[in-house]
């Protein structure tokens, strides 16, 4: 399995904007699909959005239009720019990579990071 790291996340006030980054370790990144999670307190966790290793995007509606996923293979990460915010964005956010969206959410979970935006 491929190990990632993420990063980015803080407290923001609603508007603004935050660049999440997801940094793996491994060969496998480049042909992997890249999918970014997030999860409230007390709430299931949900797909935000996934990138294939084609560069094919794909997003949440809740998310669509605001949020952009990419990755740059060379620097083995992947980011999820997050134009504005809103309260209810608040959440920990967290990646995977596997070879197909399907098995995306096997295996173990990161620490995630944390991002809470303000009313």
């Known amino acids: 399995q491929v190990q990632l790291v993420e990063s980015g996340g803080g407290l923001v006030q609603a508007g603004g904007s935050l660049r999440l980054s997801c940094t793996a370790s491994?060969?496998?990144?480049?042909?992997?699909?890249v999918g970014w999670f997030r999860q409230a307190p007390g709430k299931q966790r949900e797909l935000v959005a996934t990138?294939?290793?084609?560069?094919?995007?794909d997003y949440a509606g809740s998310v669509n239009d605001r949020f952009t996923i990419s990755r740059d293979n060379f620097k083995n990460t992947a980011y999820l720019q997050m134009n504005n915010l809103k309260p209810e964005d608040t959440a920990v956010y967290y990646c995977?990579?596997?070879?197909?969206?399907?098995?995306?959410?096997?295996?173990?979970w990161g620490r995630g990071t944390q991002v809470t935006v303000s009313s």
């Open positions: 491994g060969s496998a990144f480049s042909f992997s699909v």
């Open positions: 990138i294939t290793p084609g560069g094919r995007t």
């Open positions: 995977k990579a596997a070879p197909s969206i399907a098995t995306m959410t096997a295996g173990s």
